[in-house]
């Protein structure tokens, strides 16, 4: 069993099911934290399900996979119960769910508006209402927001939009929640492998970005879950109401 530094945990981690919620998931999972995958119906079959789970329980840890809806609250309320049932409280609550969209606002249309606005950030806010009562209770909490390196520019439409409200509601739950519970966000740059989804857009999106860099490389999705389990660890105790970009330095300001 492990015996990491979050070991006795249990852990949400909401649009988990793959790329990178799948990757922070097995990040928690490896400091000794119980897992929760979480995405919506649909985006798996039970099989696959299964394979992300035992991938967790390889790891000598708890796991489980639910199909729930986080920009609904009844919705969220049943993932708790069933949490609740299968593992325990939730003391951890990462937002990675996030779908992108960066179409002119001219173009956009309203459907698109509410998914993308609904599911970055009335999310948090849901997440943050279901689950932040019991984690005051137990006297710890984690609650981690995926913003982008999309909030530091004003051309990726309602996206950016999206990724830069999280920013504020970040600093403004972590002024609420305290001093029981921590609530950061990371704002990861383009991620490696993620590029083939950016070139679909822009074909020349990853060598513009990795020229800015002051790394010279992209960050990948095992770096940002590194990142996101130590926020979770005793050593970002006194960390909260931050945004850390992650991002090779891309977004440092120049002239």
């Excluded at 015996?3 to 790329?19: M, P």
């Excluded at 897992?35 to 967790?56: H, R, Y």
Aim: with cysteine; net charge negative; charged share 20%.
């Amino acid at each position: 069993m492990s015996t990491g530094y979050l070991s006795g945990k249990v852990a949400l981690i909401s649009g988990s099911y793959k790329n990178l919620g799948s990757v922070i998931a097995l990040a928690l999972a490896e400091q000794g934290a119980d897992v929760v995958f979480n995405d919506l119906p649909g985006v798996l079959s039970q099989q696959e399900k299964d394979q992300l789970i035992d991938s967790v329980c390889r790891l000598g840890r708890k796991a489980t996979a639910i199909d729930a809806d986080i920009s609904s609250f009844a919705s969220v309320q049943a993932l708790q119960e069933k949490i609740r049932q299968e593992l325990g409280e939730v003391s951890i609550v990462v937002n990675c769910a996030g779908p992108f969209n960066m179409e002119p606002f001219s173009r956009l249309k309203e459907r698109d508006w509410d998914i993308v606005m609904n599911v970055n950030v009335k999310s948090v806010y849901i997440t943050t209402s279901v689950f932040a009562v019991a984690m005051k209770a137990l006297g710890w909490g984690r609650i981690v927001n995926l913003s982008a390196g999309s909030s530091s520019v004003r051309n990726h439409g309602v996206y950016g939009l999206a990724k830069s409200a999280i920013r504020v509601l970040t600093e403004e739950l972590a002024l609420e929640l305290g001093p029981e519970i921590t609530v950061n966000a990371v704002a990861p740059g383009q991620i490696e492998e993620s590029l083939p989804l950016i070139h679909a857009i822009d074909p020349t999106f990853g060598e513009r970005y990795t020229a800015r860099s002051a790394l010279k490389k992209l960050v990948t999705r095992k770096d940002v879950a590194q990142l996101i389990a130590m926020l979770c660890s005793p050593v970002a105790d006194m960390i909260t109401g931050e945004t850390i970009r992650i991002d090779g330095g891309a977004e440092l300001p120049r002239f």
